[in-house]
């Protein structure tokens, strides 16, 4: 049988066609853009995977091709970008998959916000607005500063806006009318606190959390991603009171299935959502909780997209090493032609590992949010603590090689 991948996250690639293996079925990528998966595909035999060149904004596009595959199963639709379109093609298709309209408010997180803070799980709402000073002006004046702007339909950390005083909201507001947003403009409070990430999975109601990742962040008020680890150890009371709170949050939500990765805060009134993400947590996410879980946790993604119960839920899971990785960006906007400082990895603690994101010619221009990285490198610890230690040891010696303007790639250009 055949199971069908609308797109995917940049890395996990490989270990989704693993997992598709080990149950006795193929994979097939439809996708719009290979070098999306470049650093993936050059690890795989192209015998072990099928991909289709698709559009796949173009869903009628998709629903065609996949009507073709004589023995399609699945679909799985693993990214925000695609969700509502991977649930919509399997409901046309017969197929199983997650229900469309709790696809349709997790992909709006001024709604998510709207329905936790209705149902007493968050302290505020979130307020619609639009790239106006005079809008701007009248949520501020209803939420105070500190505030946040975003793109309710947002990814990877674009279209967000931290403010803190007048100045900053008119900054914010001009640069949001140059903006192409995926959804609407909305505004809601900043809640200070550190930041960390709940990655669960949910099969018919019932949710387990895998473990916490905690997330590093860049001083205020760009806020961009720069690290991560795997798993914060926390006590086991407070870890048994996250779990029964992100269930309440997933419940309330109306998520019965799926994996889950929701991004919290923990501040001095206890812990505080920031977004839930109906998919698995992106970058290495995936990687570190194969590795610290012992387990390839894609088996899951497998069996959900063929409707049965996934084993992960009930599995005992083993103890692999901690993980940790660091984004690695550009320095200034201009023509990536390669990176020094990766020859040294082998000598660093860790088993440090190189993730590249992009390719030598690659342009970078906006260098605020995740558009910026370059790559990422991951290592290994005994503890989540000293895992980071490692990685932000390794990721010191690394500098992409940034040409201020388009040039030709020099020949000695550092390709992974």
Request: glycine share 8%; net charge negative.
């Amino acid at each position: 049988m055949t199971i069908a991948l609308l797109e995917a996250l940049t890395f996990g690639l490989g270990r989704l066609v693993d997992a598709a293996s080990q149950a006795g079925h193929r994979l097939c990528l439809l996708t719009s853009d290979r070098s999306i998966y470049a650093h993936e595909l050059r690890r795989l035999r192209p015998d072990r995977l099928d991909v289709l060149d698709v559009d796949t904004g173009d869903v009628s596009a998709c629903e065609t091709a996949l009507r073709r595959i004589p023995d399609l199963a699945g679909i799985i639709s693993s990214t925000d970008t695609w969700a509502l379109p991977g649930a919509e093609l399997a409901a046309r298709l017969g197929l199983p998959g997650p229900d469309i309209d709790t696809v349709r408010t997790l992909r709006d997180k001024g709604a998510v916000r709207a329905l936790l803070h209705r149902r007493g799980l968050s302290r505020a709402t979130a307020i619609p607005t639009a790239p106006t000073l005079a809008e701007a002006e009248r949520v501020a004046t209803a939420i105070g500063f500190p505030l946040v702007l975003k793109d309710s339909a947002g990814t990877s950390s674009r279209a967000v806006w931290l403010i803190r005083d007048e100045h900053e909201l008119g900054r914010a507001v001009r640069e949001a009318q140059q903006t192409t947003l995926n959804g609407h403009l909305i505004a809601e409070p900043f809640f200070a606190g550190p930041v960390y990430s709940a990655e669960t999975l949910t099969w018919q109601g019932r949710t387990r959390l895998l473990g916490v990742l905690s997330r590093q962040l860049s001083p205020e008020p760009l806020r961009r991603e720069e690290a991560a680890s795997f798993p914060v150890a926390f006590p086991p009371d407070e870890r048994a009171a996250l779990e029964r709170w992100i269930t309440r949050m997933l419940a309330a939500a109306g998520y019965r299935q799926g994996f889950a990765h929701t991004e919290f805060v923990l501040t001095t009134q206890g812990p505080e959502v920031v977004e839930i993400n109906g998919r698995i947590g992106g970058a290495l996410v995936g990687e570190a909780l194969c590795r610290s879980l012992d387990t390839n946790v894609y088996t899951a993604m497998i069996s959900m997209a063929l409707g049965e119960h996934p084993t992960l839920l009930d599995d005992h899971l083993g103890s692999g090493p901690a993980v940790a990785f660091v984004l690695i960006y550009a320095p200034r906007p201009g023509t990536l032609t390669g990176w020094s400082g990766l020859d040294r990895l082998s000598t660093l603690p860790g088993n440090p590992e190189w993730f590249p994101t992009s390719t030598p010619g690659d342009r970078f221009e906006h260098l605020s949010d995740q558009r910026g990285c370059t790559g990422i490198v991951l290592t290994e610890g005994p503890t989540a603590e000293l895992a980071m230690h490692r990685a932000l040891s390794a990721a010191g010696g690394i500098t992409p090689v940034i040409h201020p303007a388009p040039a030709q790639l020099p020949a000695t250009a550092a390709v992974p």
